[in-house]
Each structure stands twice: as structure tokens, then as C-alpha cells.
């Protein structure tokens, strides 16, 4: 069975890091691509970033490019989202999802994680 | 940016009845790469169509989807008490510029 476990959410203030970990079992995880999706409790989703299987292609949405960056480790399974200069507008619940293939040009997400909440405020 | 934008916001239907959501796309969605997704309260979307057409894994055949360009719509030929939820449609034909719609909440 595939399973998404999210971890590292939590409060914080404006200006300061914060590191989301994702731990995946049931698939051969070093053969997906994976995502981070996020999503404001009761309003819609928003894609946030992707890795390849590979870490060769990765990609950002515009308001978080340069602040936020995407990893993984594939020998223990983890995906990594490294948010720094967080800001109000980020407070949202972080999904991680699995891409159905290698590439993050297949961009859409069969197997999501119950996520894992962020909120910047002072 | 592609833009979604669903319609209607909300459908209230019994169930038993047919629902019908429509997906529209601020430009053309390359190779029809558009997807549906269910979310329930309190729980993560899951995947229903991909490729604008096709079922996912375990996905019942009362699902479908449809359409191509701008257009698409997923239909629900006869509504199960389980298929109330907000359903999400989603472009990955933008290559790293995946978006979502606003999503189309399904009520009783």
C-alpha cells in the first residue's frame, strides 16, 4: 500500500524557516516523480513544487521560487521542502503527492499524503 | 498561467441523479492533460481522471470525463451517498505551471 507521511509543519514567524519532510513506503520510491501541493484549510489547492525520480528537473511556482527548495533522498525514501523567508500568504496545509512516472512532466498526482500545516504569523 | 474555473460553484442533487461538472481553461491544455480529483472534508484529493479521459486505478465507471482545448467536464452518471464532496480539475500540460481549478462542491 502506498503511504505519504508528512512531518515538520507548525508555527512560525514572518521571515523565519521552516523544513517539511515526507516519508514514503509501498512503492519504489527512486522511480516517481514526487510534488508538494498546498492547500488553505476550506479553499483550493495550489502546486508548489516538483523533483524528478533523479533530482536532474525540478520546479517552483512563481511566489515561492527562490525561497523554497525542493530534495530528496531516495536511499531513505524522503522527499524535503525547505521554506525560508516564510511569509503570512504561505500558511497553508502541505501535501506531498507522487507523480505517476519518472519525469515531473507528467504532472499530475495519483497518491497524496494527509499533509502537514504551516502557519506564519506574528 | 492557465486559469480553471469551474462551474457551477455548488450542485445540489439527490442521489441517483447524473451530475455534470464543467472545467474550463483560459488557453488550450496540450495534449488534453487535464485531471480530476475528489476531496472529501478532512481528507486528501484523490485522483479520478487523467489525461482528460481516462479512469484511475480503482476509480468506479460511473466517473467519466471528457472534452478537449478549453473544455472538459466530468460526469457522474448516477450520484452514490459517497460521491458528495468537492471535485478539483487540474492542468499539468503547462510543463512546472500545474493549476488547479477553484473546485465544484457536490451536495445533497
Known amino acids: 500500500e502506498v503511504q505519504l507521511v508528512e512531518s515538520g509543519g507548525g508555527w512560525v514567524q514572518p521571515g523565519r524557516s521552516l523544513r517539511l519532510s515526507c516519508s514514503a513506503s509501498g512503492f519504489t520510491f527512486g522511480s516517481y516523480a514526487m510534488h508538494w501541493v498546498r492547500q488553505v484549510p476550506g479553499k483550493g489547492l495550489e502546486w508548489v513544487s516538483s523533483?524528478?525520480?533523479?533530482?536532474?528537473?525540478?520546479g517552483y511556482m512563481d511566489s515561492v521560487r527562490g525561497r523554497f527548495t525542493i530534495s530528496r533522498d531516495n536511499a531513505k525514501n524522503s522527499l524535503y521542502l525547505q521554506m525560508n523567508s516564510l511569509r503570512p500568504e504561505d500558511t497553508a496545509l502541505y501535501y506531498c503527492?507522487?507523480?505517476?512516472?519518472?519525469?515531473?512532466?507528467?504532472?499530475?498526482?495519483?497518491?497524496w499524503g494527509r499533509g502537514t500545516l504551516v502557519t506564519v504569523s506574528s | 498561467e492557465i486559469v480553471l474555473t469551474q462551474s457551477p460553484g455548488t450542485l445540489s442533487l439527490s442521489p441517483g441523479e447524473r451530475a455534470t461538472l464543467s472545467c474550463r481553461a483560459s488557453?488550450?491544455?496540450?495534449?488534453?492533460?487535464l485531471a480530476w480529483y475528489q476531496q472529501k472534508p478532512g481528507q486528501a484529493p484523490r485522483l479520478l481522471i487523467y489525461g482528460a479521459s481516462s479512469r484511475a486505478t480503482g476509480i468506479p465507471d460511473r466517473f467519466s470525463g471528457s472534452g478537449s482545448g478549453t473544455d472538459f467536464t466530468l460526469t457522474i452518471s448516477s450520484l452514490e451517498p459517497e460521491d458528495f464532496a468537492v471535485y478539483f480539475c487540474q492542468q499539468y500540460g503547462n510543463y512546472l505551471m500545474y493549476t488547479f481549478g477553484q473546485g465544484t462542491k457536490v451536495e445533497i
Open positions: 503527492a507522487r507523480g505517476p512516472g519518472l519525469a515531473v512532466a507528467k504532472g499530475y498526482f495519483d497518491f
Open positions: 488557453q488550450t491544455i496540450s495534449s488534453n492533460y
Open positions: 523533483i524528478s525520480w533523479d533530482s536532474g528537473g525540478m
